[in-house]
T-cell receptor, first 109, second 115 residues
């Protein structure tokens, strides 16, 4: 089976940095994805990691350690519009995405 | 702006009703997916189609019946649902069945309430 864990909620101040951790135990691994989902909207793709290391995309970075079954999403220079749910998803050896329950990030002024 | 549209956005139905959810993708993708998203729970994969062939039926009750008439359209037919089926139903598409950075693009979902 697949097991993907991430914190339920995080709160941070505008302009700060927040790190959302994700640990996984899956029967296969073919990439890890992070999605952002605003309330009432579609999840949108943020990042993809398949090799160990850090991928940087503007204010957002994602890190992967396959040996540890661990990833994090780093959000820098937080803005109010970053308040959303962040979903960690692992693709197994084929095409199936298994999702964590999501981390709700609240950005305060 | 999204290349995947879903209708209706909200649906309230009784347990004896029959209704259908519609998904359309304008991205030229070959694979389409149905997911169920319940509050505080992970997205659950329900069905997967690749080039209009069903490749995944993830132990979903028969009261949910998918249909994929072509690679751009996907339906989910609902009948005799239960209150616990109330959830957000998300459609997604991807270029093919998950190679490399081939990500899934999601529609906005249908918020379903079963009374």
């Amino acid at each position: 089976g697949q097991n993907i864990d991430q914190p339920t909620e995080m709160t941070a101040t505008e302009g700060a940095i927040v790190q959302i951790n994700c640990t996984y135990q899956t029967s296969g691994f073919n990439g890890l994805f992070w999605y952002q989902q605003h309330a009432g909207e579609a999840p949108t793709f943020l990042s993809y990691n398949v090799l160990d290391g850090l991928e940087e995309k503007g204010r957002f970075s994602s890190f992967l350690s396959r040996s540890k079954g661990y990833s994090y999403l780093l959000l820098k220079e937080l803005q109010m519009k970053d308040s959303a749910s962040y979903l960690c998803a692992v693709r197994d050896g084929n095409y199936k995405l298994s999702f964590g329950a999501g981390t709700t990030v609240t950005v305060r002024a | 702006e999204t290349g995947v549209t879903q209708t209706p956005r909200h649906l309230v139905m009784g347990m004896t009703n029959k209704k259908s959810l519609k998904c359309e993708q304008h991205l030229g993708h070959n694979a389409m997916y149905w997911y169920k998203q319940s509050a505080k729970k992970p997205l659950e994969l329900m069905f997967v189609y690749s080039l209009e062939e069903r490749v995944e039926n993830n132990s979903v009750p028969s009261r949910f019946s998918p249909e994929c008439p072509n690679s751009s359209h996907l339906f989910l037919h609902l009948h005799t649902l239960q209150p616990e089926d109330s959830a957000l139903y998300l459609c997604a598409s991807s270029q093919d069945l998950g190679q490399g950075v081939d990500t899934q693009y999601f529609g906005p979902g249908t918020r379903l309430t079963v009374l």
